[in-house]
């Protein structure tokens, strides 16, 4: 079974605070992606990923940085925390569609939470 | 107006129902469609892709017609443990795949 694990289920930081969220799959995937979630606005794709050190924005990209310096990791950072990035905090990872199936493995969520 | 629309739910229905969902998507280049399920608090999971033919899963039918952009996911003979939210998903390309907001089904005994 494919696994995709992020660090933390539940997370709790300080306005202005540097994040690190944390994404790891085992299933050699090239793409990987981060996405928010809220409710009302869906899922909404912050940054992806289609190969190490390759990053592309998303929709919502301000606020936000990612690292993917190996395959299988992908990080998300919050610079500076804001109030308004909390939120739900979803990683994902998928094979490249060129090489098959390109269903979108998630993993549990983080919920973040900035006071 | 949103890349991909779906009926806005909720939708409560009785054990046994037949239940459909509909989705519009705005950009024609998109390529691949699924349908991704939900439960509350957990994180999606796929339930189907969609096939230009249609394609048939169980009780669970997935049709998509390009000419007018939508796709629609049919539930026959509905269970308790069918309750969740039911995710609509677009791909243009590798990269970028578009959430509807997601439809809420209850299904009561």
């Known amino acids: 079974d494919v696994k995709v694990t992020q660090s933390s289920r539940y997370l709790v930081k300080r306005t202005g605070e540097k994040v690190f969220l944390e994404c790891v799959q085992d299933?050699?995937?090239?793409?990987m992606f981060w996405y928010r979630q809220d409710p009302g606005l869906g899922l909404r794709l912050i940054y992806f990923?289609?190969?190490?050190?390759?990053?592309e924005k998303g929709d919502i990209p301000e606020g936000y940085s990612v690292s993917r310096e190996k395959k299988e990791r992908f990080s998300l950072i919050l610079e500076s925390a804001s109030t308004n990035q909390t939120s739900m905090y979803l990683c994902?990872?998928?094979?490249?569609?060129?090489?098959?199936?390109?269903?979108?493995?998630f993993g549990q969520g983080t919920r973040l939470t900035v006071v | 107006r949103k890349e991909v629309e779906q009926d806005p739910g909720p939708f409560n229905v009785p054990e046994g129902a037949t239940v459909a969902f509909n989705c519009t998507y705005s950009?024609?280049?998109?390529?691949?469609f699924f349908w991704y399920r939900q439960d509350c608090r957990k994180e999606p999971k796929l339930l189907m892709s969609?096939?230009?033919s249609g394609n048939e899963d169980g009780r669970f039918t997935a049709q998509l017609n390009r000419a007018s952009q939508y796709i629609s996911l049919l539930i026959r003979d509905s269970k308790l443990s069918d309750s969740a939210t039911y995710l609509c998903?677009?791909?243009?390309?590798?990269?970028?795949?578009?959430f509807g907001d997601g439809t809420t089904l209850t299904v009561k005994p």
């Open positions: 994902a990872s998928s094979l490249d569609p060129g090489q098959g199936a390109a269903e979108a493995f």
């Open positions: 299933m050699d995937h090239e793409n």
């Open positions: 990923s289609y190969d190490v050190k390759m990053k």
């Open positions: 950009n024609s280049a998109s390529q691949s």
């Open positions: 969609v096939y230009s």
């Open positions: 998903v677009v791909r243009v390309n590798a990269g970028k795949s578009t």
